[in-house]
């Protein structure tokens, strides 16, 4: 081997210690859980899409699921491979390139269901599920310029950033969307150090932003009036209610469900009804509990992290995995307005799968740490108020890495 360089099986070797062991066991385990979730609603979606000319195979869209499962696991396993710095790297150049093809998508876009979300070039996918891993990154970046320069106008230019991915995303329309990065801008707001009374305009701004869009933009009243006006028994919210508590506690059984014929998209916006129709509420509650043990464990992972940009970009990574699985299963709860946000690692889904891969595979690529190195600073514990208090006492003190034996 050259010089400076480790073999291939070394690399491997010191990605597996370095590795969050638990949170890929989770990962892997919800990813397992929404395979035989897809199973049980391509029957309802591949019905719904046959014609007289063309009968799909039940299980046609769990076929195609498996396959996109693959692809997107490894996406996930060679991106969580890159060390922090090259993992930065990759989601600036991912969010220039995909506010770019935002950009276009007014232009260029297909147009499905009346929302121009989607460009084809070879593949077709959606520029926004692309941004979103980009975006965390890349916020996660601007915010940590404060070390080097406490004077630089960070929070300006991620709000800019953020009002001009707003501006796009709502064109398309897709308020939903929109909302879900300002959520995680938010959390990015509130742990880069930014002074209370900032966040307190910035709670402000959002209320006044959220109410202009109710009287301005169309699409987001269309969406609330519905919500809070309650469903009709043909309304598809009120229709994925009714199938999530049709199962019970224990479910009707694999194959059973009769409600999800009638469920639209069943294998993505609403698989987590189609879950609970055949496996029960208490299958719902097990996936539930994944996601918190998901962001639970991030959160650990980050209490005593010394460096910055980790820590926001970790932290920005696990509120958009579990900010739009939140939004999801509240939609299927009749809880939230109708939104096109499918249920990550457990929906099907072709380009998003990838998109999702990227994003989780950036995560635990920010949150490796060498288990020889322990910290002594306090990190996320210092905004929480808990960690390792007693290695910084002093106002004066300075992280230190201690070398364990």
């Excluded at 597996?16 to 391509?42: K, Y």
């Excluded at 297909?110 to 941004?131: K, T, Y």
């Amino acid at each position: 081997m050259p010089k400076g360089r480790l073999s291939r099986w070394s690399e491997l070797k010191i990605w597996w210690r370095e590795i969050d062991r638990v949170l890929l066991f989770l990962i892997l385990l919800l990813m397992s859980f929404g395979t035989i979730a897809v199973a049980a609603a391509s029957p309802a979606t591949a019905n719904r899409l046959s014609t007289s000319s063309e009968t799909l195979d039940p299980l046609y869209f769990f076929y195609r699921h498996i396959a996109w499962q693959v692809v997107g696991l490894g996406t996930m396993l060679g991106v969580s491979m890159l060390t922090r710095d090259n993992a930065r790297r990759l989601g600036i150049v991912l969010a220039a390139t995909m506010l770019f093809f935002l950009f276009l998508t007014p232009l260029i876009g297909v147009e499905i269901n009346g929302a121009r979300r989607w460009i084809r070039i070879g593949m077709q996918f959606q520029p926004s599920e692309f941004l979103k891993p980009g975006f965390a990154i890349a916020m996660a970046w601007i915010f940590a310029w404060r070390l080097r320069d406490p004077n630089l106008p960070v929070l300006g230019i991620a709000t800019g950033t953020l009002g001009l991915i707003a501006a796009l995303m709502m064109a398309q329309p897709d308020f939903g969307g929109t909302i879900l990065f300002a959520g995680v801008w938010f959390v990015m707001v509130v742990l880069s150090g930014v002074d209370a009374k900032r966040i307190g305009f910035v709670i402000g701004g959002g209320i006044a932003g959220i109410t202009a869009a109710y009287f301005l933009y169309d699409n987001a009243r269309h969406r609330i009036d519905s919500f809070l006006g309650g469903g009709t028994a043909y309304d598809q919210v009120d229709l994925a209610s009714r199938t999530l508590l049709a199962g019970g506690w224990t479910g009707a059984g694999y194959g059973l469900g009769i409600r999800k014929m009638s469920l639209p998209e069943a294998h993505t916006d609403y698989i987590f009804s189609v879950i609970g129709e055949e496996f029960g509420l208490l299958a719902c509650a097990v996936i539930v509990i994944l996601y918190l043990a998901i962001v639970g464990r991030v959160l650990m992972r980050l209490v005593d992290e010394e460096d910055l940009f980790a820590l926001l970009a970790g932290a920005g990574l696990v509120s958009l995995l579990g900010g739009q699985a939140f939004i999801n299963m509240l939609v299927n709860l009749q809880l939230f307005p109708s939104k096109g946000m499918t249920l990550p690692l457990v929906s099907y889904g072709g380009s998003s799968t990838i998109a999702i891969g990227i994003g989780v595979g950036l995560l635990l690529a920010v949150t490796r740490r060498n288990p020889f190195l322990k910290s002594r600073t306090k990190g996320l514990g210092e905004w929480m108020g808990i960690g390792q208090a007693d290695a910084m006492n002093s106002p004066s003190a300075r992280p230190v890495r201690e070398i364990q034996p």
